[in-house]
Nanobody, 122 residues
Framework: QVQLVESGGGLVQAGDSLRLSCDAS????????LGWFRQAPGKGREFVAT????????AHADSVKGRFTISRDNAKNTVYLQMNSLKPEDTATYYC???????????????WGQGTQVTVSS
């Protein structure tokens, strides 16, 4: 079992930056792939970024590439999502997830946090 807790969301203006954190506990994080997904009301869960803990390899969705960066802190078992140049269309609940597969598909992740809300105003 893995417990995931997101933090760092909030209400910001377009063009601002936020840094989301996902604190992991339980099983060794190095065994997992970590991902960030987001979901707006009435919409499906959308892939944002993923990180393979074992070697730090990352991938980002085209919609956030160049603006968002996923990273890790090995000592703290924490994964971050640095979000720059935020746009209103980035407004969503952001979820941290962990799974045994390197994937952009939500169904391949077994453990999920409760989510943190990001709201970007014009």
């Amino acid at each position: 079992q893995v417990q995931l807790v997101e933090s760092g969301g909030g209400l910001v203006q377009a063009g601002d930056s936020l840094r989301l954190s996902c604190d992991a506990s339980g099983r060794t994080v190095s065994r997992y792939n970590l991902g960030w997904f987001r979901q707006a009301p009435g919409k499906g869960r959308e892939f944002v970024a993923t990180l393979r803990w074992s070697d730090g390899n990352t991938a980002h969705a085209d919609s956030v590439k160049g603006r968002f960066t996923i990273s890790r802190d090995n000592a703290k078992n924490t994964v971050y999502l640095q979000m720059n140049s935020l746009k209103p269309e980035d407004t969503a609940t952001y979820y941290c997830a962990a799974g045994g597969y390197l994937s952009v598909h939500a169904r391949q992740y077994s453990y999920w946090g409760q989510g943190t809300q990001v709201t970007v105003s014009s």
